[in-house]
């Protein structure tokens, strides 16, 4: 169930019900890292170019939004709000680019959007129906977020390193 809806009190939300959160919570936040340090480390040449018909930026925009969009039952979706004119669907054709700094802007959103999603949790409310989809529960939305971090942060990963760069580093609890 929900513990603390207003979000205003981490103390509040945090007690004995939150044992297996926690748990799953310090799994995701490594894990959350990973666009961020993605964002900041792709040299500019790399950003824009399209591996396998898909830029970083383009896959990093993706990344996110799928983020924004599961955990949007608390606090509703931000990408038609903060980005327009391109669509986070990698089969959609896109004519547009964004830059470091608009994705960074939305990711720091999304950033803050999943300590208010995780504050807002006990441990019984991660076997709730998600909203968006009721074939599942809020853990494995969580579980799914992680391993889709995860996959594509390893593509943008793949490319920088097919290139001669170096990826960011892996991040994830214990490693």
């Known amino acids: 169930m929900l513990v603390n809806k207003d979000t205003t009190s981490l103390a509040m939300a945090r007690n004995d019900n939150t044992k297996l959160l926690r748990i799953i919570e310090r799994h995701f936040d490594p894990c959350l890292e990973m666009p961020g340090a993605f964002i900041n480390d792709c040299p500019d040449d790399r950003w824009l170019k399209a591996e396998e018909g898909i830029p970083s930026w383009r896959r990093v925009l993706h990344t996110v939004e799928s983020i924004d969009y599961w955990f949007s039952e608390l606090d509703g979706y931000y990408f038609d709000d903060s980005i327009k004119g391109v669509s986070a669907e990698l089969d959609t054709p896109c004519a547009e680019v964004l830059t470091k700094?608009?994705?960074?802007?939305?990711?720091?959103?999304?950033?803050?959007?999943?300590?208010?999603?995780?504050?807002?949790?006990?441990?019984?409310?991660?076997?709730?129906?998600?909203?968006?989809?009721e074939r599942l529960t809020i853990l494995d939305v969580i579980l799914t977020q992680i391993r889709h971090v995860q996959l594509n942060i390893g593509y943008c990963n793949e490319a920088l390193n097919a290139a001669g760069v170096r990826g960011v580093a892996w991040r994830g609890f214990g490693e």
């Open 101 to 133: 700094k608009e994705i960074t802007d939305y990711f720091q959103k999304i950033e803050g959007k999943c300590r208010r999603f995780f504050t807002a949790l006990d441990d019984a409310a991660l076997l709730e129906k998600s909203a968006n989809n």
